[in-house]
């Protein structure tokens, strides 16, 4: 029996590793994409062939063109197909600096990653899901993983604002595109997350969850994205594409 294939950026540790590890309870074959070497993630790895998960490591960049197209080639010759994708890579500027100091190196940065590598590994592998034999209900899925600074303004990190705010477009634009193809396209809207990258600003966001800005008073865990992935990857959504959901402990709402 064919099993589906996922492939998983940034899926060495925090929110893609979550990602990771849950499709591969769910049955799919992963491919784990990351700039790290292998070995450096080996205990991150090690659980995953405790688990009985089929998967490969891919080191690779996806904001470098030639590593993006090696990352799908290689995934193809493991394991002959792509169901799944899911955009999950990104980065926060090296550095928060208010917006009339940013520099074009850091937007350059963030955004050739956040969105222009998102666009592009989504194109290389879209192009595979459509020669590949429809073995499934859907043809295929992307999952991209945004953040709620896609509506948020944050004036220290305006790139990574912009950046997200594009992943939005490109879940609305891929949709668009190939809804027609049998291929789904979504996005999850992460808030606080309990990661590496919002490690760096514990203290403000404890005091914010702590002052009731969070309906549900607290850090959101990797675990509860990779949950709404599980669900947007099967096949419970089959007449909706180019939305959103949050993840963020109802962060979203508005309140008086």
Known sequence: MVRKTALVTGASRGIG??????LGKDGFRVALVATGDKEKNKA???I?????????????????SEDRIRIVKETMEAFGRIDVLVNNAGVAPLKRADLLE????????VIGINTKGNMFLTQAVVKEMLKQEKLFTKRGTI???SSCSAEVSS???GEYCVSKAGVSMLTKLYADRLAGEGIFVHEIRPGVIATDMTSVVTAKYDKLIQDGVFPIARWGLPDDIASAVSAFADDHFLYTTGNYIDVDGGFHIKRL
């Open 44 to 46: 991150n790895l090690d």
């Open 143 to 145: 999952i991209n993983i």
């Open 17 to 22: 590793f979550a990602i990771a590890k849950r």
């Open 48 to 64: 995953l062939t405790k688990e009985g998960i089929d998967w490969i490591y891919i080191q690779g960049n996806i904001g470098v």
């Open 155 to 157: 004036t220290s990190r």
């Open 102 to 109: 940013m520099s074009e190196e850091s937007f350059d940065r």
